[in-house]
């Protein structure tokens, strides 16, 4: 069964910033169109940046400038480095394909 599993999230003060990661297993990445997508309380999941087989990224508006998508093929792993962190940015963080179930996710907080 393929599976994205997410890490990296914690707390830290505005103006902070974490790296979360997306280990893939028994899917090769590269080849899909990955996401990285984040609910916070009451709202609705939203898109905060994306990457193509090309490597060709998209960012939310709220986002750009501050957080960077990547991927490493060797280890098979997307990544989502998150500087400049905002309250607003506080949500529950989740990677995504067309081939995959949504996962856990990880937890963001961002303290003013």
């Known amino acids: 069964q393929v599976q994205l599993v997410e890490s990296g999230g914690g707390s830290v003060q505005a103006g902070g910033s974490l790296r979360l990661s997306c280990a893939a297993s028994k899917i090769m990445i590269r080849f899909y169109t990955m996401g990285w997508y984040r609910q916070a309380p009451g709202k609705q999941r939203e898109l905060v940046a994306s990457?193509?087989?090309?490597?060709?990224?998209n960012y939310a508006d709220s986002v750009k400038g501050r957080f960077a998508i990547s991927r490493d093929n060797a280890k098979n792993t997307l990544y989502l480095q998150m500087n400049n962190l905002k309250p607003e940015d506080t949500a529950i963080y989740y990677c995504?394909?067309?081939?995959?179930?949504w996962g856990q996710g990880t937890q963001v907080t961002v303290s003013s």
């Open positions: 990457i193509t087989s090309a490597s060709n990224t």
């Open positions: 995504k394909c067309t081939a995959a179930n």
